[in-house]
């Protein structure tokens, strides 16, 4: 599966922004949206069920972020609102091929290039 994310950028603590990846290719199960801040470890932001469309967050970013999928185009988004500064990193999508409940990072199998996004205070 080829991914091309977008829709990063620089905003102010409070803002918006809305992160898009087109996913073109073979088939797959679940997709996710991960980041990676600098000097930490990349971590789960969002999953979800592409049939399903059961879904994952992360603690802190419950109620402020939704991921949510166009199956005709094949997109997945991450809708991010009320960000922080602590939101900033680079977003990477990724598609897993199974999916189930406990589903971690290791489990995603294709993943696209990262988006940075910059929040400041």
């Known amino acids: 599966v080829q991914l091309q994310a977008s829709g990063g950028g620089l905003v102010q603590a409070g803002d918006s922004l809305r992160l898009s990846c087109a996913a073109s290719?073979?088939?797959?199960?679940?997709v996710g949206w991960f980041r990676q801040a600098p000097g930490k470890e990349r971590e789960l932001v969002a999953v979800?069920?592409?049939?399903?469309?059961?879904?994952k967050y992360t603690d802190s970013v419950k109620g402020r972020f939704t991921i949510s999928r166009d199956n005709v185009d094949n997109t997945v988004y991450l809708q991010m609102n009320s960000l922080k500064p602590e939101d900033t990193a680079v977003y990477y999508c990724?598609?897993?091929?199974?999916?189930?409940?406990?589903?971690?990072?290791?489990?995603?199998?294709?993943w696209g290039q990262g988006t940075q996004v910059t929040v400041s205070s």
């Open positions: 979800m069920n592409w049939r399903g469309g059961s879904k």
């Open positions: 990724a598609v897993s091929y199974s999916w189930f409940s406990g589903i971690k990072e290791r489990d995603f199998g294709s």
């Open positions: 290719g073979r088939t797959f199960s679940g």
